[in-house]
């Protein structure tokens, strides 16, 4: 059978032993941030708090939050590392970049040791996935200063044949795909999707023709929602596996295991805080609330209670898999929510509900509008080739489940043909919003 953890010590820990491993690193990183980086000296000294302040892992919340803002600010002020840095440039072995969807991309720099780091959860995760020196993986990431372009150094560290595909045409990916016969593939939920509805339609028996087995995804919820996962898996005959990174901490930090209940994140790295995004409070297991990270070990750049953007909900039990370390679920971005009648509405939301009525295709877009001064939303789906459905009926039981599971009602659902809506070669953009008041 061979062994379960890539390294079961760290994987397995006692929560314990687990906290008072990330009390002491803690204690390091605040200090190191404190002496080594202008703009944390200035940033505690604005707070009144010191690195002597570090008695308990709750401790972290006397400390400043840091923004996305203040990054990019800060790196304008000083090109083009910032002075949230620790090393000098001559220690920089690498930085990625965000993609700058939101606003100017912000460079992350890393230390040989923290690539290595880096690359070493990689293997972990790439480990906790299935993979194992046997395997070929095929990596369809970005290589273009994204984040995600070198975890497919973990894979190689971890034994296996590793094709660096990058984000090349359809087509020549179908190619190698058949070529090569990689039996694992790591890209987006949207895509997996589009790449196997492409073969399909140019022929190419999924099931048959290639070896997919395993299916590694990022960058949008759809992985870890239950209806998309099973789609994609019913689409290629392959396990899906969802993975999360952010570009300012690492790639890929959290993942699943073969039992898909939340993603497992690398705690002796991040301390995380999971707060309630207008206050700041923490909430409790289950409840949904902004993940804020703070590294454990980073030489090059610590980031301390980093505001990602990302809303989660997580758990501290320990899963089936054996392994210890918290759990999150991603609901989806701070930047993608909408508030309409008073709730709280998230693209993955109505995602959820779309893909779990059989005869629509599972494809969505989302417009969120101003009628009257007051915020709604409408829904376009495609209807599947061949549902029996009354396409009145259908609309009746579309606005009754987003109603049932959203608690709130769309203005207007849009029923198209299948094929209507527009397929993501990369990140899907479900939303639209066309308000005129914000």
């Not at 290595?116 to 480990?127: G, I, T």
């Not at 790295?269 to 609330?289: F, Q, Y």
Request: proline share 4%; hydrophobic share 35%.
């Amino acid at each position: 059978m061979g062994k379960r953890y890539w390294v079961e010590e760290v994987e397995t820990i006692d929560r314990d032993q687990l906290e008072a491993y990330q009390l002491e690193h803690l204690k390091s990183q605040i200090k190191l941030a404190y002496e080594k980086s202008a703009y944390y000296k200035e940033s505690f000294e604005k707070a009144g708090v010191t690195p002597e302040d570090i008695k308990t892992l709750e401790d972290i919340r006397k400390f400043p939050i840091l923004t996305k803002h203040t990054i990019r600010e800060r790196q304008n002020e000083k090109p083009i590392l910032g002075d949230l840095v620790t090393v000098n440039e001559e220690k920089v072995v690498f930085i990625s970049s965000s993609s700058g969807s939101t606003g100017k991309p912000t460079a992350s720099p890393f230390s040989k040791v923290d690539f290595d780091e880096f690359q070493e959860v990689e293997s972990r995760l790439f480990w906790q996935a299935g993979m194992r020196p046997k395997d070929r993986y095929i990596h369809a990431l970005n290589f273009s200063l994204f984040v995600g372009g070198p975890d497919v150094i973990g894979a190689q560290n971890l034994g296996a044949l590793c094709i660096w595909a990058g984000t090349i045409p359809t087509d020549r990916l179908l190619f190698i795909l058949q070529e090569y016969q990689p039996n694992i593939i790591w890209t987006t939920p949207s895509y997996a999707w589009y790449l196997g509805e492409t073969a399909r339609e140019k022929g190419i028996d999924i099931k048959k023709d290639l070896s997919i087995r395993t299916i590694i995804v990022a960058g949008e919820p759809g992985g870890s929602i239950p209806a998309t996962r099973k789609a994609i898996e019913d689409l290629w005959g392959a396990d899906v596996y969802d993975f999360y990174g952010i570009s300012d901490i690492f790639g890929a930090c959290a993942a699943a295991c073969e039992y898909h209940e939340g993603l497992h994140i690398a705690e002796d790295h991040l301390l995380v805080e999971v707060v309630d995004e207008h206050t700041g409070e923490p909430v409790a297991e289950g409840e949904r609330g902004e993940m804020l990270l703070t590294t454990l070990r980073k030489e090059a750049r610590p980031m301390i209670r980093f505001k990602t953007g990302d809303i989660v909900t997580y758990t501290n039990q320990k899963c089936k898999c054996g392994r210890t370390h918290k759990r999150i679920n991603v609901v989806g971005r701070v930047d993608d929510m909408f508030i309409c009648g008073g709730v709280n509405v998230f693209p993955s939301d109505i995602e959820y509900t779309v893909r779990n009525i059989k005869d629509l295709t599972g494809e969505y877009r989302v417009t969120v509008l101003t009628d009257n001064h007051i915020t709604k939303f409408s829904v376009e789906v495609e209807k599947r080739i061949g549902a029996e459905t009354t396409d009145e009926e259908l609309v009746r039981i579309i606005a009754h489940e987003l109603k049932t599971h959203l608690g709130i009602k769309p203005k207007e659902v849009v029923l198209l043909p299948e094929g209507a809506l527009p397929r993501a070669t990369h990140k899907a953009k479900r939303l639209v919003d066309i308000r005129t008041e914000k």
